[in-house]
């Protein structure tokens, strides 16, 4: 039987044309020129018949390199940061060791973890400063533990981190000879951050994509940065000996050249459309967001307080008003039913459609709940 997430999908992608889809942190800002006219010269010159340069473009690599500011690290590149998640977790973790993480998380790279035999001390990090804090992670390290996961800044909730708070992590990282695996998807949507490599070269793996801040996330390229040991071990698990899809290259490679023109609009109207969403939730009783301003294109709905599902939240959402936000029990076990995560890098049209979505959806599905019985 499908589960409630794959029929949301299946029919949300079904009705692709009418949804405005705030459920993945999709990014939907970034104009259509930036890579529909190199992707129309590699499709005219049928590029898509042969293979790729097997380590990927050669101006695409020192172009990722630039963008992250991490002179003389190599990046690799993957199909997706994804998959860049699981080589590592398969590469550098063994059966026993541990992995300090969070709740709420981004739990795919938990289940990779789990993978490779390793498992995750998550912190309950659900309250203020809704963030992993050196102090936290300094007291969680065990005799067991091999790695620390900062995804910065944080999906599902929006927070990100200080720059000395990144220093005193990546110190604890070196002088314990712990991995740091730092995710920094969505780094372009904040205005200072600091990538933990340059506090701690040897022991960070970074791990990058151009899904959200390029909008490109259907064409699945990513790839992780490292110093030569760490990228040699990781890379033993590629399965992509061929090179990543060309046409994501070709894309990619467009967007970054032209980045700098365009990024800064971008995240100006993303943050317009969080301080839209805010307005709307500060009117609707008993919701609230724990974090704002989110540092990410995401941020999440508490919920609790209503006594709705999130599942039927998201499902009604989407069916009835066609507005497709995300339930939280994907992204945290001991929360994922007090909130919905909904991100915001779209049109403002999408916006006014949850806009008016959200509040209807709580008083239908408020009118519906059964009263609470006499004590």
């Known amino acids: 039987m499908a589960s409630p997430a794959s029929d949301a999908f299946r029919y949300a992608h079904a009705h692709r044309q009418e949804i405005a889809w705030l459920s993945q942190n999709t990014n939907h800002l970034v104009p259509p020129e930036v890579v529909r006219g190199a992707l129309d010269e590699a499709i005219r010159e049928r590029r898509y018949e042969g293979y790729p340069p097997a380590a990927g473009d050669p101006e695409l690599l020192d172009l990722i390199t630039a963008d992250l500011g991490l002179a003389g690290i190599r990046p690799f590149l993957t199909s997706g940061g994804t998959e860049s998640l699981y080589m590592i977790a398969r590469a550098l973790l063994s059966a026993g060791d541990e992995v300090i993480a969070s709740d709420p998380s981004y739990l795919i ?71 740091l695996l730092n995710d920094v998807t969505y780094r372009d949507f904040t205005d200072a951050h600091a990538l933990a490599a340059e506090f701690a070269p040897e022991e960070t793996v970074t791990v990058w994509s151009v899904s959200k801040n390029c909008g490109l996330a259907g064409l699945r390229i990513g790839g992780f940065s490292a110093r030569p040991d760490l990228l040699a071990k990781v890379g ?96 945290s076990p001991k929360h994922g039913n007090r909130f919905v995560r909904v991100s915001f890098s779209n049109p403002p049209s999408d916006i006014e459609r949850f806009a008016r979505a959200f509040p209807e959806t709580v008083r239908e599905l408020s009118a519906r709940a059964p009263a609470p019985s006499a004590t």
């Open 236 to 331: 033993r698990f590629n399965t992509n000996d061929l090179g990543v899809n060309i046409l994501a290259q070709v894309a990619a490679r467009a967007a970054l050249r032209s980045k700098a023109a365009w990024i800064g609009e971008v995240v100006r109207q993303t943050r317009a459309n969080a301080a839209r969403i805010r307005e709307v939730v500060e009117h609707v009783p008993r919701t609230s967001l724990p974090v704002y301003p989110s540092r990410a294109n995401m941020m999440v709905i508490d919920v609790g307080e209503l006594g709705l599902s999130p599942d039927a939240i998201q499902d009604r959402m989407l069916r009835e008003h066609g507005v497709f936000v995300r339930a939280g029990n994907y992204l």
């Open 109 to 179: 790279i938990h289940k990779f973890v789990e993978l490779a035999g390793a498992h995750t001390k998550n912190l309950d990090i659900y309250a203020p400063p809704f963030r992993l804090t050196s102090d936290r992670v300094r007291e969680a390290i065990g005799p067991k533990t091999r790695m620390i996961l900062l995804i910065d800044p944080l999906n599902p909730l929006g927070s990100g981190y200080p720059r000395e708070e990144v220093r005193a992590i990546a110190e604890i990282a070196h002088d314990h000879h712990l991995t």
